[in-house]
């Protein structure tokens, strides 16, 4: 082995051009890897912590029919052909809940409805956007995740709409109108139960503390109370002024059943005026805060959870799904990735289209190196046929090109490897600015800042070990070739 190595390295000294030529193809392909796997990976934790930290929790518990997440991507059980499907409610959801709570591991805990709605400003036309029902009580002590820029947050008990100051301002753009807060919306939407209307002041103006822009603008999502959104879903929800029991009603409940079918409490009962018609009572206009009543308390589409430090994700979504198959219950869980599309797939096709291109690098490469061994061996036929002459057997000229190869990547391999690192320590020392605002939400902030790992370390290795395995199979079988006879008739 010895012997073959020192022949290997002599060969290689011999061939220096040949030699740097080849390793420098190899450096740079390693390399590449190295900060491309480094940047890709990178993106995607931050864009994970973004998404479990902000929007989807680790965990996303969701009716079986929804396929996608928090955003409302996804098809359900309900498709409207006059526009966005409907999502559908989560069936036994106090059921799910309990089952779910009694998980241990679990940090925090809330629930939510999403669906898109008409924001309907009559002679200034219509625009649309995506809203979040939420107990905001609950749901911003999961998800601190908004710096409101005018006006505060939706208070519990509260009818009202937090706006995302992106949407403003295409309100501004598309439909002319200009809102503030304090001002009236109305927001209509086709639920189970055909076309809704209703209308609630903006009681905030807020931008997100990470990323604070999505792929397309009307989708930025705003904040409305649950009750507003179920009630727009066609989902059952009174308020106290809806249970009031008028007066007359209350004395005749208190008469006996002689005295209220007798002549005399018939004619002789006060004739009321007419109670004046309030037409926007279908509306639904809240402009104050009540203690509303939902007959539909339990109708959500989302349980969104966050984990303690150190449990497995994967490791729980599984134990809850097989408790759900269990019980019969028509749900699952799922992790972050599928639970922020159509976010997270738009990263996916990014990522995806950047590893072709960095397998597609090492593969030209292979062929570069292969091509400039071959012209080596042809240049060292006599040398060969010379060792076949005097002895060689075929394994030791097929051991000695593998050792060259094998030496050649390993060397610049690692040369690879430490300008790679050496980049990357520079780019997490400076940053990588967003270019734009959808990249700070992937970036999880305006800047990227990469740090190499274990996982990019064993992918450029791999990239290194295909170089160096498939590179000598050609030259190799044409160096087996050579026969001593070649070696005789050659200069």
């Avoid at 898109?116 to 649309?128: A, K, L, P, R, S």
């Avoid at 809806?242 to 002689?258: N, R, Y």
């Amino acid at each position: 082995m010895g012997t073959l190595l020192s022949i290997s390295l002599r060969n290689l000294i011999q061939h220096r051009a040949k030699t740097i030529i080849i390793g420098s193809l190899i450096t740079l392909a390693i390399a590449l890897g190295l900060v491309g796997n480094t940047l890709l990976d990178s993106a995607q934790r931050s864009l994970k912590r973004t998404f479990t930290q902000n929007f989807t929790g680790d965990v996303l518990v969701l009716p079986k029919s929804i396929q996608g997440g928090i955003f409302g991507a996804s098809s359900g059980d309900g498709n409207n052909n006059s526009g966005p499907p409907i999502l559908p409610m989560m069936k036994n959801y106090d059921k799910v809940a309990a089952l779910v709570k009694a998980q241990p591991g679990i940090a925090d805990i809330t629930s939510q409805i999403s669906a898109y709605v008409i924001f309907n400003f009559q002679d200034e036309g219509i625009n649309f956007g995506l809203t979040f029902g939420v107990e905001p009580e609950d749901y911003f002590k999961t998800f601190d995740n908004v710096i409101v820029v005018q006006g505060r947050k939706l208070q519990k008990g509260e009818a009202g709409i937090m706006v995302h100051e992106k949407i403003l301002a295409t309100f501004q753009k598309d439909n002319g109108v200009s809102l503030k807060v304090g001002d009236a919306v109305q927001l209509n939407n086709f639920g189970e139960a055909g076309f809704k209307i209703r209308e609630v002041p903006i009681v905030g103006v807020f931008k997100f503390k990470a990323g604070n822009e999505r792929a397309i603008e009307f989708m930025q999502p705003n904040f409305v109370d649950v009750n507003t959104l179920r009630a727009l879903k066609g989902k059952a929800v009174l308020t106290p002024d809806d249970v009031k029991v008028s007066q007359t009603v209350t004395d005749s409940l208190a008469s006996s059943e002689d005295d209220f079918f007798s002549q005399s409490s018939v004619t002789t009962a006060p004739k009321a005026a007419a109670a004046p018609v309030d037409l926007k009572a279908p509306l639904g206009k809240l402009t104050k805060k009540v203690d509303q009543v939902s007959l539909d308390r339990g109708a959500w589409n989302y349980l969104l959870i966050k984990l303690k430090p150190g449990v497995s994700e994967e490791a729980f979504v599984k134990d809850l799904n097989d408790k759900f198959q269990k019980d019969g219950l028509d749900v699952k869980a799922q992790n972050w990735f599928p639970s922020a599309q159509p976010d997270s797939g738009v990263f996916w096709a990014l990522s995806t289209v950047f590893n072709i291109i960095i397998w597609l690098i090492a593969i030209v490469s292979v062929i570069i190196i292969m091509n400039t061994l071959v012209a080596a061996v042809m240049e060292r036929t006599p040398e060969i046929g010379t060792m076949r002459a005097i002895g060689a057997q075929k394994s030791f000229i097929r051991g000695m090109f593998v050792t060259e190869t094998l030496t050649i990547t390993v060397f610049f391999g690692v040369v690879g490897i430490l300008i790679g690192f050496a980049v990357i320590v520079l780019l997490n020392a400076t940053g990588i600015a967003a270019p734009n605002d959808f990249m700070k939400l992937i970036f999880g902030g305006p800047l990227l800042r990469p740090d190499v790992t274990f996982n990019q370390i064993s992918s450029a290795l791999a990239i290194m070990l295909f170089i160096g395995l498939v590179s000598w199979i050609l030259p190799v079988r044409m160096a087996l070739k050579v026969s001593p006879l070649k070696a005789i008739n050659s200069d």
